[in-house]
């Protein structure tokens, strides 16, 4: 069964970093554009970013650019987020999300659980 | 940024009845060179993650019951589910997928009446 877990999640202070990893099982990464998509507490869904099958092509929300990173490292089957300065907003359930193909323009066809990520002193 | 709006925000609907989800997105989300909206609906109940019921405003994912049918183009888009059933209780989201920032309309909760 196609299956994507999140991992990495937790409590962080204001100004803080997290790294999210998306492990892949039961299909190839390298054919698919990859996305994370943020649900903040009793809020709606929210895409975060989306990279590229080569990872030469990244886009953000502007709420997290300059700010998150995201990458894949397609021999580990595994997507990440580098969350850096983290503010009380980045608060939320993230997750991970395949695309409907290789192209960026799909949609979120396969989604993980999610991983839950708390800003707060 | 294209906004996406949803009408209602919330619709009780009786068990066997038709539940009608409208969308609208602020720019067109129609490719002309392939004539497809690049328009989803999404399914997400509490403690589950989304699931994708519709792709290109009319595609329906594999294994989706065909009660769930999604039809419109440009802007305006309607998901209607043709006979309710309990496990239909959700909230609805209609995403564009069309430009970035990709951007969902804020959710339809629909519930029995």
């Not at chain 1, 099982?25 to 929210?46: C, D, H, I, N």
């Not at chain 2, 006979?83 to 069309?98: I, K, P, R």
């Amino acid at each position: 069964e196609v299956q994507l877990a999140e991992s990495g999640g937790g409590l962080v202070q204001p100004g803080g970093s997290l790294r999210l990893s998306c492990a892949a099982s039961a299909f190839t990464l390298t054919s698919y554009a990859m996305s994370w998509v943020r649900q903040a507490p009793g809020k709606g869904l929210e895409w975060v970013s989306t990279i590229s099958v080569s990872g030469d092509s990244t886009y953000y929300a502007d709420s997290v650019k300059g700010r998150f990173t995201i990458s894949r490292d397609n021999s580990k089957n595994t997507l990440y987020l580098q969350m850096n300065s983290l503010r009380a907003e980045d608060t939320a359930l993230y997750y991970c999300a395949k695309l409907t193909s290789a192209s960026c323009y799909g949609a979120f066809h396969i989604w993980g659980q999610g991983t839950v990520v708390t800003v707060s002193s | 940024d294209i906004v996406m709006t949803q009408s209602p925000d919330s619709l009780p609907v009786s068990l066997g009845e038709r539940a009608t989800i409208n969308c609208k997105s602020s720019q067109s989300v129609l490719y002309s060179s392939n004539n497809k909206s690049y328009l989803a609906w999404y399914q997400h109940k509490p403690g589950q993650p989304p699931k994708l019921l519709i792709y290109w405003a009319s595609t329906r994912e594999s294994g989706v019951p065909d009660r769930f049918t999604g039809s419109g183009s440009g802007t305006d888009f309607t998901l209607t589910i043709s006979s309710l059933q309990a496990e239909d209780v959700a909230v609805y989201y209609c995403q564009q997928h069309f430009s970035f920032p990709f951007t969902f309309g804020p959710g339809t909760k629909v519930d029995i009446k």
